[in-house]
Every structure is written in C-alpha cells, then in structure tokens.
C-alpha cells in the first residue's frame, strides 16, 4: 500500500477525526435528501452489523484464552470490577430517583398501540432469565449474541484448556490474533458506518419528534450526564486516588461517541476492547470484564427505569416515601440487568418497575410507548453512558502500571 495513497492516509489517520468528519456529513445528507440518506444507510447498516457479528466471536475467544493460557497465580482484578458494576448502577438509580423529585414531570398519556411486547412480571422473572441464559447452547448463543451465557461456556473451555499443551496454548494465541486482527479492520471503517447511521437517523425523524416531550427528555438526558461527568469521576477518584477526568475524556472519545450511534452495547464491545489494549490495560482482565459489563453495567438503563417510572408515578398522583424510593433504586438497579443487548430494552421494564406502584400494565405500556418516541436520544445516550462506564470502571481496577 502506497504511503501516498488515499487508503494509507485513512487507514493511519486520526480516527476520532474521521468518525466526526462522518458525523457533520451524515447530518447535512440528512437535511438535505432523504433518498440519498436512505440510500447511504446501508453503509451504518453493514457497519452495526459487522460489530454484532464479529462481538460473540471475540468473547468467546478472547475469554477462553486468556483463561486457558493465564498464568497461576496472576490477579486478574475482576471482583473489584463487579463490585463498581453494581455500586455504578445503584447510584444511577437512586439520583434518577433524586433527579425526579427535584424535578417532578408528568405525562401526557396517549392511547398507546397495541403490541405484541411482552414485560418481564417480576424480577424473579429477570432473575430467572439470567439463570437460563448461563446454560444456553453454546452454539445458540454464539449466533443470538447471548453474551452471559458465551461468558460461562468460554470459562468453561479455557479452565478445561489450562493444562493443555503449549501447541495448543499457541493455537488459541494465534485465533485470538487473528480476530483482534479483524475487529481492527472492521473498527477502522467506522466513519463509513456513523456517517451512515447518521443521514438516516437525521432524514426520519430531524429534531421533530423529540420536542413534544423535551422536559422529560431533557430530565434524562440531565440525569445521565450527571451520572458521567459527576458520580463516575467521584467513583474513579476514590478508587484510584487520581485525577479521573482524563480517563473519562478518553472513554467518551473513543467509546461513548461510537455507541451512541450504534445504540448497542453488544456491538460497541469490540470498540471498548480496542480502547482498553490502548490504555494498555490487564487483558486477562478486560477481556471478561468488558463483555460482563455490557450485560450487568447498565447506569443508563437505571436512569431510564426509574425516571419513566416516577413521571408516571407523579401524573397518577401516587405518594411515594423515602422508603419506596430506595427500593425503587433498587429494583431498577436488578432489572436494569436484564435490559442488555436488546435496543430499547430498558423500556420494556418500565412495567416491572411501575407493579411496585401498582399501576396496571395498560398504562405502563403507554409510557413505553412515550420511551420509544424519544428513543432516537434517550436509548442512544444510555448506550453510550453504559458502555463507556464499561472501560471507566475497569480503568480503574486493571491498569498494568
């Protein structure tokens, strides 16, 4: 390839700088021609598709060898990891909950469509979901993007691969090179991609769509801002003792931009595993706590359930006491859990959530319908919140210095 070239030039260009070229030209296509942005969507189409499909296969690679081929003896940070998870995702539900009082907001509750959508009725439901997802086919969660149970199945190899021989050890190095290799290439594209996603986001909907209900947007949009730029910093600090906005500015660069516009954690999982080889972090560790996080990590999700939730609660005139709403909290932290990997699925537990109140279903659909209304915002900023948080939290626990 010619150092001159227009493919050498982009290939070893500024990457961030090329996915906001994509970005400025996806919104003026977008304005400007619905035909030429409809027909360009293909290129976001491909692009989301290439993450979805290559993300089951990185996991389980890249889990089963860095256990198969892990030294004994050597930390691999995970248990600090998980317990920032769950800390992350409480303190996202429970300043929603602190947020909604501050800002009370009610709906204006429309017929909602029938669907065929179906909520979970419980959290031992999620629960139990969870549980069956573990022990999934292998193969069947390879091809459905299953990321808890190709966890458990790519555990299970590479602890029953560590004492296998070192030709076989090197097969596994040689795989997972090979499709590191791959998931570069396909990242590299991902200016080709955003400015796809982007004409046909912008040619649909515009801004249009979005101002009948800007307070309880902006409310949210509020919320997971404060999330990112005030409660995770202060969680970075007291665990690293450092200044944390360097790693957040990094993360929202070169992770939250891109899932913002894919809106799914499960494809962005290849971005934030490239962006953690360049903070040079443990890979035995992020190469399990990065695929964890896009199905446990949900802060977004949190924010999501229970400010939907509590503007319903106040357009029906519900009381809600201290108690309550740290259950809420709660509640929305568990079921924010099982609201991965699906668009829009932290939406479809606004139910589950509401049963606390006792609001019927009925009207709970109703504001999932509001959800998904504001969904080209609200989903793409909580994608982008998760997922980002994601390589934050392991940041914090799994740098090699």
Known sequence: M??????????NGNLVLQILIGIVLGVVVGFLSKDLANAVSILGVLFVGALKAIAPILVFILVSTAIATKEMGVETKIKPIIVLYLIGTFLAALVAVIASFLFPIELVLPDAQQTSLTPPDSVITVLKGVLFNMVDNPINALQTGNFIGI???AVALGFAMHYSSEDTK???FDISSGVTKIVKFIIRLAPFGIFGL???TFAKTGFAALFSYGKNLALLVGTMLFIAFVVNPIIVFIKTKQNPFPLIFTCIKDSAITAFFTRSSAANIPV???LCKKLNLDENTYSVSIPLGASTNMGGAAVTITILTLATVHTLGINVDLGTAVLLSIISALAACGASGVAGGSLLLIPLACSLFGISNDIALQVVAIGFVIGVVQ??????LNSSTDVVFTASCASKA
């Open 170 to 172: 090197n097969v596994f």
């Open 151 to 153: 966890l458990v199945w």
């Open 198 to 200: 982007v004409a046909n």
């Open 379 to 384: 989903d793409s900023l909580e994608t982008a």
């Open 272 to 274: 934030n595993m490239n």
């Open 2 to 11: 010619a150092q001159n070239g227009f493919l050498y030039r982009f290939f």
